[in-house]
């Protein structure tokens, strides 16, 4: 196979473009809302209301049940059927954090779990309200277990973003797909594509490595 | 470092316990720990709560803070909330409760994501809203006090277990409370540490605070309790000065209790 480094060469920009001004947004502003909604489903699982407890299940029982591109479709090609018509980045942006919400939230819930009671109980004897508490003592000390499963989440969420291309987001992979319908170059241009996402991920995961030393300071080894 | 309440009390006042509790019941599913328990403590004594393991003394601390929620009776502080469990009781009135007494933990239970001097403005701070220089300079006092001024900066786990028990301390007294409550201080301390927190506890009773004490340190509580009350099966079963109650008990019990605490072979 003959490569055509000039062709590399040229569309190399345009895809990593596509990353930065595509996946990386997408990617980023999906994965923080997905963080909040996640710690509402994880709290309300946490709550002892039966019926909060059960709509947190319910929710994260459908978005781990279904496929992401499913749940895409629906948003993107399904809603406007009902009237609710919504551009590609927020369709995106919506599916995409909804879907990690529903896989952080289980990570979140088992982290507070995983502080131990007497912390509680430590922040309730110091004057604390649970509310106070939560965001004090035990959040801080769940963040640090949660780190490693969260950002497996994320690593996962910058490669799915990859499905926005199918409902017309102009990120990382259609930057690749266009230039190769173009040059009919498709082994080339995918190569690259994936090789641009490999060196993003290696940057996350030498990111996370510095956030789990940064929040391991405190614990014995 | 003593307490800031400045209606010491004059003695002999048991009429105006600065806690008292009355009929208090708990129970855990069918078990019922404590059966019906009669406490009061005045100003500037010290109360040892002694008896074997599952005889409910931690539960009565407990009860005393909002950890637990009693079944019934009644816990008063003075010249704070009197709260009757045979009542439905609002979260605001055992925030009240609580805010009364400091507790220290058999396990320390400090923050570990927190310094040392974190820990202890944590709640006068986050809680109390008192301004963080005059928390600070008040905490670095009562390291000093304790002898851990240059241990400041260090996460707990930098600590050995009596060190980071004297954090506890110090983190309970920086509320300045109306009563500290001690649920077996050193009992997960290794032997040669717990001295240094006993020594501790010592000063803080000669300064003048106001104690409950759940222990099975039968010396130290006759030294430094002014009443020993001997708790077995979810009762109070002989109460008294620590030298009648530990050297000449009344009940067979109390007597079995003490001798094995002495003579373990």
């Known amino acids: ?221 | 470092m003593s307490p800031t309440d400045p209606a010491a009390a004059p003695s002999g006042a048991a009429d105006n316990p600065v806690l008292s509790v009355a009929e208090l019941r708990k129970s855990f599913g069918s078990n019922q720990v404590l059966k019906s328990i009669d406490l009061s403590v005045s100003q500037g004594q010290v109360l040892a709560l002694i008896g074997p393991s599952g005889s409910g003394k931690t539960t009565v601390l407990r009860c005393l803070n909002g950890l637990e929620i009693p079944d019934g009776g009644r816990v008063a502080f003075r010249g704070g909330p009197a709260v009757d469990f045979g009542q439905r009781v609002s979260r605001k009135q055992l925030a009240a409760l609580r805010d009364q007494s400091g507790m220290v933990f058999q396990h320390y239970n400090l923050f570990p994501h927190r310094t040392v001097l974190e820990n202890i403005i944590e709640g006068p701070v986050q809680v109390q809203k008192r301004p963080k220089a005059e928390a600070v300079r008040e905490a670095e006092d009562l390291l000093r006090r304790v002898g851990l001024h240059d241990k400041k900066d260090q996460y707990p786990h930098q600590l050995s277990g009596g060190q980071q028990q004297r954090v506890g301390i110090v983190r309970a007294l920086a509320l300045k409370p109306a009563l500290l409550l001690f649920d077996e201080p050193t009992s997960a301390l290794d032997p040669e540490l717990v001295g240094d927190v006993l020594h501790v506890i010592k000063e803080l009773a000669e300064d003048g605070w106001t104690m409950v004490m759940v222990t099975h340190e039968l010396a130290f509580a006759r030294e430094v309790a002014s009443e020993v009350v001997f708790m077995d099966g979810g009762v109070v079963v002989e109460r008294g000065h620590p030298d009648q109650v530990l050297r000449d008990p009344h009940e067979e019990r109390t007597r079995q209790f003490v001798h094995r605490l002495l003579n373990p072979f």
């Open chain 1, 1 to 221: 196979m003959n490569v055509d480094w000039e062709l590399v060469r040229t569309s190399l920009w345009p895809i990593v473009q596509g990353g930065l001004t595509g996946t990386i947004p997408l990617s980023l502003a999906s994965f923080a809302l997905g963080l909040v909604l996640a710690l509402v489903v994880a709290l309300m699982r946490l709550s002892g209301s039966a019926i909060l407890a059960g709509i947190a299940r319910a929710y994260v029982s459908v978005i781990r049940g279904t496929p992401l591109l499913v749940q895409l479709f629906v948003i993107f090609f399904g809603l406007p059927s009902i009237g609710v018509v919504i551009d590609p980045w927020p369709s995106a942006i919506i599916a995409f954090s909804l879907n990690v919400a529903g896989y952080a939230a289980e990570i979140i819930r088992a982290a507070i779990l995983s502080v131990p009671k007497g912390q509680w109980e430590a922040g309730h004897t110091i004057g604390m309200s649970p509310a106070l508490t939560l965001r004090r003592v035990i959040l801080p000390q769940a963040a640090r277990v949660s780190v490693p499963p969260l950002s497996n989440s994320f690593i996962s969420l910058v490669k799915d973003t990859s499905l926005a291309s199918l409902i017309l987001v102009t990120e990382l992979f259609r930057q690749a797909q266009e230039i190769a319908a173009f040059s009919q170059e498709f082994m080339v241009l995918y190569l690259e594509a994936a090789a641009v996402y490999w060196v993003f991920c290696l940057v996350l995961s030498a990111g996370q490595t510095r956030l789990e030393r940064r929040l391991d300071r405190y614990v014995a080894h």
